[in-house]
């Protein structure tokens, strides 16, 4: 589906999650963000104002990266901000914007002891440094994260102080960025530009000052964005998260201006990054922060793969284009990234240990990277002595886990992801509900609007006497009165078999093609119901380059091989996957599991899905042989 969709994506508190995971995960983060002390996350902006020397702090300060020495010191602060304002947005948690009102009141102390503009929490040098020549660690991004942090307190929270604090401290970079030629702002640019561009485009937005488009132009950064859109590969071995915030900059510049060169510039960069690079089995291209080199991963599969900030911010960027065209593919590309990146890099729950018994603690907080050799663990890092960059997109992606599952235009509404969850709309003056829950498959579903159609648990378990390897979400409508208006079921990419779409328990669309929105025209009713089918299954995917190397994935979960050292597989079919990964404990108690065990080799492994995987050692590739 090409085009302009214009597809608004529904957020805040009219989409409320009620899948007990996502449930459990943002409740985690909630409360990692409430403990952590407000000295602390201010401690490097009173320092920069001269508002806290005292020296009683040292031994319970914030560490890593948040180290009064680092030269990053500060960022968290504005990730912590912007998870803040989401969170409530979503949630409506006043303690938490409570705490999160006091910060930028606080931070307009220190704009105010730095002169009324400045509000860092390092000093307007390093920025001088970059021109110098002179070598000093992103101070561009530093500050784009506090300035991101601003305004997203004010777009989601209502903080009019941080709207202002936001337009005081653009101020000193509009002087400062006056004083060099095209050439020589050129020259700063390409040492290190942040997301500034994504600042001025929102500022322009929130304003209509003139003086943010201007800055949007000064902060074009045409080496790197001339060569995309000529399509030239810029990418490859070129450091990922440094250039994903700029090109989301082009997005949000072309959400704001409409003109067609942000847009293509964004459009190109997903090109060059996804759809000509190939992607590994997670949804990732990046190994080490640096992208991979097109359709040849195989020779990457090291300790340090996909990074948390990449998969977050490549999910951002999905998001605009889905917007924009309404094509499928980003919400599959989005659905893959969650379940591997998201979910498996951040707030491992310690109940999934899978037999492993180790001194390690039984929870873990966030892995920076997501290791993809033979015999990996994942490094988990502490709650406050690392605040390396993943700190931060840690706390923002796990805050909202309400956007994304929606997006509406006019009388039509989208239904793009498949968690449980409850979302209002006001579809051209009629209210409407839609509450989605999967069914479980041990008895009816709740939503149904037949209740003489029900079956007992009982009966319905005999009738999966095996697992049904299929997830069947449920949507039920409600609306005061009867509304003409259309429904999109996404058919995910990973379906295996024939899907089926039931409008109160009436098949209306069967289809074996992954990938596409099926449109349901009608004239709704109170209480319809639509029953989603979608079979799936164990099935492979080859590294690019290496046929001969696979993963396993169930529906869109990457499987983990529980295993110490690589292991070679035999396969007698590889069209067949199932005949090498069967169930093997396939049910407990109201609910079918998804952890399988090989048969069929020398050694046997045991998979589960990667997002449950721990401290345990484990696998995502396999040579296989015929």
């Not at 060059?272 to 089995?281: E, Q």
């Not at 889905?322 to 998201?342: C, H, K, M, S, V």
């Not at 045991?606 to 696998?619: A, M, N």
Request: negative net charge; proline residues 4%; contains cysteine.
């Amino acid at each position: 589906m090409e085009g302009n969709a214009n597809l608004q994506e529904k957020r805040g508190r009219e989409v409320r999650i009620l899948d007990p995971e996502l449930q459990r995960r943002q409740a985690a983060n909630r409360d990692y963000m409430y403990h952590l002390e407000n000295r602390f996350l201010l401690l490097n902006f009173n320092l920069e104002a001269g508002r806290d020397t005292s020296s009683n702090v040292i031994e319970d300060m914030h560490g890593g990266w948040e180290f009064p020495t680092c030269q990053l010191r500060g960022h968290f602060l504005g990730h912590w901000l912007s998870a803040a304002a989401m969170n409530f947005h979503a949630t409506g948690d006043r303690e938490l914007k409570a705490k999160a009102d006091a910060i930028i009141a606080e931070l307009e102390e220190c704009q105010k002891e730095n002169g009324g503009s400045w509000v860092g929490p390092i000093p307007e040098k390093y920025l001088y440094w970059i021109a110098r020549g002179k070598r000093v660690w992103a101070p561009h991004y530093t500050i784009h994260k506090v300035f991101m942090g601003l305004l997203d307190m004010y777009e989601f929270a209502g903080n009019q102080t941080a709207l202002k604090i936001a337009e005081n401290f653009a101020e000193w970079f509009y002087d400062w960025s006056a004083g060099y030629s095209r050439e020589e702002f050129d020259d700063i640019l390409d040492f290190e530009t942040g997301g500034m561009l994504e600042i001025w485009a929102q500022l322009y937005d929130f304003t209509g000052n003139e003086k943010y488009r201007e800055l949007m132009e000064r902060y074009y950064r045409g080496r790197l964005f001339d060569p995309l859109l000529r399509g030239e590969d810029v990418l490859t071995n070129m450091h990922a998260n440094t250039t994903i915030p700029e090109v989301i900059g082009c997005a949000r510049a072309y959400d704001v201006t409409g003109e067609e060169k942000w847009r293509r510039i964004a459009e190109s960069y997903w090109e060059l990054a996804v759809t000509k690079r190939g992607c590994y089995a997670t949804g990732g291209q990046t190994c080490g922060e640096i992208w991979s080199p097109m359709k040849k991963l195989s020779a990457r599969l090291g300790q340090k793969g996909q990074e948390h900030c990449t998969v977050y911010n490549m999910m951002r960027l999905a998001g605009f284009l889905f917007r924009w065209t309404g094509d499928p593919a980003y919400l599959d590309y989005q659905e893959r990234n969650l379940y591997n990146g998201i979910m498996a890099q951040a707030y491992w729950q310690g109940n999934f240990t899978h037999g492993f018994t180790s001194p390690y603690p039984t929870k873990g907080l966030l892995s920076y990277f997501l290791p993809m050799q033979a015999g990996a663990r994942k490094g988990w890092s502490s709650k406050t002595d690392d605040f390396f960059c993943c700190h931060g997109t840690l706390v923002q992606a796990n805050a909202a886990f309400n956007r994304g599952i929606y997006h509406q235009s006019g009388r039509t509404i989208y239904v793009s992801q498949y968690f449980d969850s409850e979302a209002a709309f006001d579809v051209e003056g009629t209210s409407v509900t839609l509450l989605q829950k999967r069914d479980p498959l041990t008895g009816s579903s709740h939503l149904s609007s037949d209740s003489s159609a029900r079956q007992s648990v009982l009966e319905d378990t005999r009738k999966w006497p095996s697992n049904p390897d299929c997830l069947v979400p449920c949507l039920r409508v409600q609306t005061p009165e009867k509304i003409q208006m259309t429904l999109m079921i996404r058919i995910p990419w990973w379906i295996a078999g024939k899907a089926q779409i039931l409008v109160n328990e009436k098949e209306v669309f069967c289809t074996e093609q992954g990938g596409i929105f099926v449109p349901l025209e009608r004239t709704w009713e109170d209480k319809d119901v639509v029953r989603i089918v979608l079979p799936r299954a164990v099935k492979v995917q080859a590294l690019p380059d290496r046929e001969d190397t696979v993963a396993f994935l169930y529906g869109p979960v990457v499987l983990a091989g529980l295993c110490e050292e690589e292991r070679l597989l035999h396969v007698p079919d590889i069209a067949h996957p199932e005949s090498v990964l069967v169930h093997d404990n396939e049910r407990e108690w109201g609910s079918w599991k998804s952890t399988f065990r090989t048969v069929g080799q020398e050694r046997g492994i045991r998979f589960v899905p990667l997002y449950e995987v721990g401290y345990d050692t484990y696998g995502i590739y396999f040579p296989i042989k015929p």
